[in-house]
């Protein structure tokens, strides 16, 4: 599994609240990515961070906010849910010098 | 357009078949590319990773990238009922401000039937 954990693994919640996920990885790597999937587009990335308190947005990030004040734990906030953001949500991570990433097993989120 | 197609299939084949995946690209400065192969309900995981153009092969799984034609290809040989999954192509340009940013396809659905 690569040292990456996600949490929760399952959730449900309703339009218009705040909902934030969690990315925890014990490989001390660098660089750590969060994606959604949904069918027909693969996986895209939302934001991604390079380092503690580095963050860049990615293809698809309006609507969510990541933060970083550790270098295991990568969050991702949803400010006011939608039923557009009703994905499976994937972390991953790698470090310097390499462009392979490894995936945790991905947080599945409906919005009814 | 997208910048990286892939037929998303399902691709159906028995047993022992040999199977042939695939995806065309757009981006030219595109240098790294790799195959990921996804179980139902679990998180994508690394299968082969190639610099540029060239062959690469790891047992019953061989890459194969063309830059020319902006294609690039995995066999996988003998093919077993395990291997049933989707298998997802990324790319990534080579560095600067586009580190650690792949684009994927949209993946391919195999199911191998004993």
């Known amino acids: 599994d690569a040292g990456i954990t996600q949490s929760p693994r399952h959730k449900v919640t309703e339009t218009g609240t705040p909902v934030t996920l969690r990315c925890h990885q014990t490989?001390?790597?660098?660089?750590m990515y969060w994606y959604r999937q949904d069918p027909g587009h693969g996986l895209r990335l939302i934001h991604y961070?390079?380092?503690?308190?580095?963050?860049d947005k990615g293809e698809v990030s309006d609507g969510y906010s990541v933060s970083r004040s550790k270098t295991e734990d990568f969050l991702l906030t949803l400010e006011s849910a939608t039923s557009s953001q009703t994905s499976v949500y994937f972390c991953?991570?790698?470090?310097?010098?390499?462009?392979?990433?490894?995936f945790g097993p991905g947080t599945r989120l409906t919005v009814t | 357009q997208k910048e990286v197609e892939q037929d998303p299939g399902p691709l159906s084949v028995p047993e022992g078949a040999i199977v042939s995946l695939n995806c065309t690209y757009s981006?030219?400065?595109?240098?790294?590319f790799m195959w990921y192969r996804q179980y139902s309900r679990k998180g994508p995981e690394l299968l082969m990773y190639?610099?540029?153009?060239g062959n690469k092969e790891d047992g019953r799984f061989t890459a194969q990238v063309d830059k020319s034609s902006k294609y690039i290809s995995l066999f996988i040989r003998d093919s077993q009922p395990s291997d049933s999954a989707t298998y997802l192509c990324?790319?990534?340009?080579?560095?600067?401000?586009?580190?650690?940013?792949?684009?994927f396809g949209q993946g391919t659905i195999l199911t191998v039937h004993p």
């Open positions: 991953a991570a790698n470090s310097g010098g390499s462009y392979e990433q490894y």
């Open positions: 490989e001390n790597h660098r660089y």
């Open positions: 961070s390079y380092g503690v308190k580095d963050t």
């Open positions: 981006n030219s400065a595109f240098q790294y």
């Open positions: 190639t610099y540029s153009s």
């Open positions: 990324a790319m990534s340009e080579d560095g600067g401000t586009s580190y650690g940013k792949l684009t």
